[in-house]
């Protein structure tokens, strides 16, 4: 018997093994699996690239340009922004008023909702009307409660400022003093904080009962239980609610727009929303998504508008994370299941 | 450490017409380790519960070392508990776990984490100081528990189904365990658990509990030997006792034909009554009542023969223990001999035992 020289073994036929024979069709069904991915993602794609990637992109390249709605946008390089940091007369004061807003509004949010979800988390009698109560305002329309507010805050004949006078009380000019405009308006936010009471409910009814239970017999009174049991135990709601808060807070606008201008019209006996009116009274109102409207959909400054979004989403980003990272320390995040 | 009394203890949950816990009297003394016992339903949590002051008393009293403590507080009432979940605060380490009794009653720092790392070194838990409940085993976390309970040495520990979400192997070396710490402690414990074999092998006494009544109370071999009713008889004991309705007719009852003398005991006795014998109290014989093997169980030296034969014209179950090497095989034909003076006897209508 001889041995098959090594150079003719490689010329012999040699069967595809198996594994190799199922490549192709493996192949074909990981395609197939994905394109079916695809398929069921593609609402979902076609909606973020249209509404919000499209958009998000445009705004990026007008930022850079001059645009004004009618011609076509002309490439400006770094202008508006270097505008906005060091020209702007009106920023700063916007920046500002967000600020504020933020700083009072949001912890007054997460107060008022925690505490009314816990006052609704302990009730035993009528529960289900209570809960309705509070969270009907979140359900009102913007504009419909702002105006509404405007109302109710009338410095003349407002039932509040009426209620305080008969109790020998000066009311305040609210919506038209700069001192108690915003005020007025976190007042109206609180009152809207619905949305996120139910968010504080659903978390403090999860609080396990056994927690309560142990730290009663390990000597917790009701504050002790409150600080070492609920608090840790929906902190990550809080964390939550906080940066959720934040965020709309600096997209702050309708309430601010309609506030503004329907409380400059009381006072001109004319209804009318025009670029004097925003900020009224004397730019205490003015947020800054209230200046970017401004300067959008009024002046027709649409480049500097887009600027003006633009570092908006960086603020709103870098707030976010600063929030997140931050949290590290006080949320704490069960492990998974 | 301190006794604890039940005083016609009542609880009743609104919405509903029984007690859960009716007019409850016992007596659990200083340094004693009592476990309730019972099916679901039996109210042993709920009465654990009242003595925590987790639920509130509707009728009667509880004391503990002989003050009134019915409408007092949990943290006013100097116990400690381990829940069936443990309830450990998932955010805090071991070590503030542990100590947490300690951090609420204001004990400094350095002092809370002194005694923490004593406990946990008594509960062999030192190394886990640092870690998170999620980071830790069942057993780990049932330890923790523990130390919880102990470290500010409380007057009445309470225990409820402690070790009823751990497996099998450790549950007996926890077991063992929670008798030495008690032992060492000689803390008043009271303890509810539905395993008899916990109630059994941890109590000093046992009471058995059944639709919120306390139905026998006393040590684990009076209980076994001396079932006061057809319940208890019941329940403790596995497998359980066999329980068979016969006519018993001048102190001797009627086996599946068999006579049975039952001695001085019920020697005036007859009419309708229930038979209980205990697995051991059966002998697989030459002669006796006719009956066909089911299964057998083995278990090392012992097996349990389950068997149905025909008691009053009834098809009826009966277990037998004989030892392993001997036991007959599945379907085979055996007959079965009654030990009298190990046969129990109680009423057919009340339940309750006859005789002494």
């Not at chain 1, 390089?77 to 807003?101: C, E, I, M, S």
């Not at chain 2, 032992?183 to 395993?195: E, F, I, K, S």
């Not at chain 2, 309708?272 to 059966?282: D, I, K, S, T």
Request: contains cysteine.
């Amino acid at each position: 018997m001889r041995l098959r020289p090594a150079a003719d073994a490689g010329a012999v036929s040699v069967p595809a093994s198996p594994a190799l024979a199922r490549r192709p069709g493996k192949r074909r069904a990981a395609w197939r699996r994905r394109r079916l991915v695809l398929l069921l993602m593609s609402p979902w794609i076609v909606g973020f690239t249209v509404f919000f990637g499209y958009p998000l992109v445009m705004s990026v390249y007008l930022s850079f340009t001059h645009y004004d709605l009618l011609s076509s946008p002309r490439w400006i390089g770094t202008a508006n922004y270097r505008y906005l940091f060091h020209d702007d007369p009106q920023v700063w004061t916007a920046v500002k008023n967000t600020l504020w807003y933020i700083a009072v509004a949001v912890p007054l949010q997460v107060l008022f909702a925690f505490g009314i979800a816990l006052m609704l988390a302990r009730a035993r009698r009528g529960v289900g009307i209570f809960r309705t109560i509070f969270y009907l305002p979140a359900l009102a329309p913007p504009v419909a409660a702002t105006l509404g507010f405007v109302y109710i805050l009338n410095p003349a004949t407002g039932p509040v400022n009426v209620l305080l006078g008969h109790l020998g009380v000066q009311g305040p000019l609210w919506f038209h003093d700069p001192h108690w405009s915003k005020p007025a308006l976190v007042a109206l936010t609180v009152w809207g904080v619905g949305n996120t009471m139910v968010i504080f409910l659903a978390a403090v009814l999860d609080v396990p009962r056994h927690l309560y239970e142990s730290a009663e017999l390990d000597g917790a009174g009701v504050f002790s239980r409150l600080r070492w049991v609920t608090l840790p135990s929906i902190s990550p709601v809080i964390l939550f609610a906080v940066v959720f808060n934040v965020i709309q807070g600096l997209q702050y606008f309708t309430q601010a727009y309609v506030a503004a201008g329907v409380a400059a019209g009381q006072a001109s006996q004319a209804a009318d929303v025009t670029a004097v009116n925003l900020g009224y009274p004397q730019d205490s109102t003015l947020f800054y998504p209230v200046l970017l409207y401004q300067h959008g959909f009024t002046d027709f400054q649409m480049g500097y508008a887009s600027a003006m979004s633009v570092l908006l989403l960086v603020v709103s980003f870098a707030i976010t994370l600063v929030i997140v990272l931050n949290s590290r320390r006080w949320v704490y995040q069960a492990a998974p299941r | 450490m301190a006794d604890v009394r039940y005083e016609q203890a009542t609880k009743l949950y609104s919405g509903t017409d029984v007690p859960a816990v009716d007019a409850l009297d016992l007596e659990v003394e200083d340094g004693e380790f009592m476990v309730l016992v019972g099916p679901s339903g039996s109210g042993k949590t709920t009465a654990l519960r009242m003595l925590a002051g987790l639920e509130e008393v509707d009728a009667g009293a509880v004391l503990i070392g002989g003050r009134d403590v019915t409408d007092l507080p949990p943290k006013k009432r100097d116990v400690a508990m381990v829940f069936q979940n443990y309830a450990l605060y998932p955010y805090l380490t071991v070590s503030q776990n542990i100590a947490f009794p300690l951090k609420m009653a204001g004990v400094k720092k350095a002092e809370r984490e002194r005694q923490a790392a004593e406990v946990a070194r008594r509960l062999g838990m030192e190394r886990y100081l640092g870690r998170k409940p999620s980071q830790l085993s069942g057993g780990e976390r049932q330890r923790v528990a523990m130390g919880r309970a102990i470290i500010r040495q409380p007057s009445v520990f309470l225990m409820d189904e402690p070790l009823s979400n751990l497996d099998a192997k450790l549950r007996v070396q926890m077991r063992a365990d929670i008798a030495a710490l008690q032992r060492d402690l000689g803390v008043t414990t009271v303890y509810v658990t539905h395993d008899q074999a916990e109630a059994m092998t941890l109590g000093h006494r046992v009471a058995v509990l059944d639709h919120g009544r306390l139905q026998q109370v006393g040590e684990p071999r009076e209980l076994y030997d001396r079932p006061t009713n057809r319940f208890v008889a019941g329940f403790i004991g596995s497998p359980a006792m066999n329980l068979c309705d016969v006519t018993c007719e001048h102190g001797a009852v009627s086996f599946g034909g068999e006579r049975v003398e039952l001695g001085p005991a019920v020697a005036n006795g007859s009419g309708a009554v229930v038979l209980g014998l205990r697995p051991e109290a059966l002998e697989v014989g030459l002669e006796g009542l006719p009956a066909r093997v089911e299964v057998v169980e083995e278990f090392g030296a012992d097996a349990f023969v389950f068997s149905s034969a025909q008691i009053g014209g009834e098809e009826t179950r009966l277990v037998a223990r004989t030892e392993a090497r001997r036991a007959p095989a599945q379907g085979e034909r055996i007959f079965l001999r009654v030990k009298p003076e190990e046969a129990h006897l109680f009423d057919a209508e009340t339940g309750q035992r006859l005789g002494a």
